[in-house]
């Protein structure tokens, strides 16, 4: 059984940049499809961003696509969600998924999960 474990968070200013890192344990990240997604305060869980087994393969929500960069490193069994530019609205806690069938944007087929990271955009 993979774990996860995000870090990276905090408090940025609008338009400015944060990269996460989730760090896995148990289980080789180049197994599974992975995922970020967030959760803001009194909103469901939303799909962010996904990367397939090959990291050619990618996914992102249309609300940061051009913003946001999901990356492996199979040697260091990282994964990294790489956020510029970012808005307000980006202010919500994120969590790192692993899935061993697809890197798909429904929170509910995601196997394992991470405990989240806040991340904070002030205007």
């Known amino acids: 059984q993979v774990q996860l474990v995000e870090s990276g968070g905090g408090l940025v200013q609008a338009g400015g940049s944060l990269r996460l890192s989730c760090a896995a344990s148990g289980g080789t990240v180049s197994n599974y499809a992975m995922g970020w997604f967030r959760q803001a305060p009194g909103k469901e869980r939303e799909f962010v961003a996904s990367?397939?087994?090959?990291?050619?393969?990618?996914n992102y929500a249309d609300s940061v696509k051009g913003r946001f960069t999901i990356s492996r490193d199979s040697a260091k069994n990282m994964v990294y969600l790489e956020m510029k530019n970012q808005k307000p609205e980006d202010t919500a806690v994120y969590y790192c998924a692993a899935d061993r069938r697809y890197y798909g944007r429904d929170y509910s087929e995601y196997d394992y999960w991470g405990q989240g990271t806040q991340v904070t955009v002030s205007s």
């Open positions: 990367i397939g087994w090959s990291s050619a393969s990618t």
